[in-house]
Nanobody, 121 residues
Framework: VQLVESGGGLVQAGGSLRLSCAASERTFSSYAMGWFRQAPGKEREFVAA????????YYADSVKGRFTISGDNAQKKVYLQMNSLKPEDTAVYSCAGAPWVTTLPNEYDYWGQGTQVTVSS
């Protein structure tokens, strides 16, 4: 399964962006999907995850209430709607696929290349 992110960019604090993650195969629909981010000099950080059915979602406390993860199995896409962005949200955002919904990056089998999100103050 190949994952390709898009939608990153430069935005002012308080603004919004929607990230997309497109999967290459139908098997995508049986995977839980997650978004992670990594800022320069920092560890990779869990952002959000969604079960393959879409019935369960999980968020890091730092983004809860501002970010929303959603999925479209027919389109083989996962989205991350990011509102009320803050400078501390600046990072490379990557989507990933796992056999079960999890917040742990080492449990994800497939990773995209990442997309840069920069939030200016």
């Amino acid at each position: 399964v190949q994952l390709v992110e898009s939608g990153g960019g430069l935005v002012q604090a308080g603004g919004s962006l929607r990230l997309s993650c497109a999967a290459s195969e139908r098997t995508f629909s049986s995977y839980a999907m997650g978004w992670f981010r990594q800022a320069p000099g920092k560890e990779r950080e869990f952002v959000a995850a969604i079960s393959w059915s879409g019935g369960r979602t999980y968020y890091a406390d730092s983004v809860k209430g501002r970010f929303t993860i959603s999925g479209d199995n027919a389109q083989k896409k996962v989205y991350l709607q990011m509102n009320s962005l803050k400078p501390e949200d600046t990072a490379v955002y990557s989507c990933a696929g796992a056999p079960w919904v999890t917040t742990l990056p080492n449990e994800y089998d497939y990773w995209g290349q990442g997309t840069q999100v920069t939030v200016s103050s």
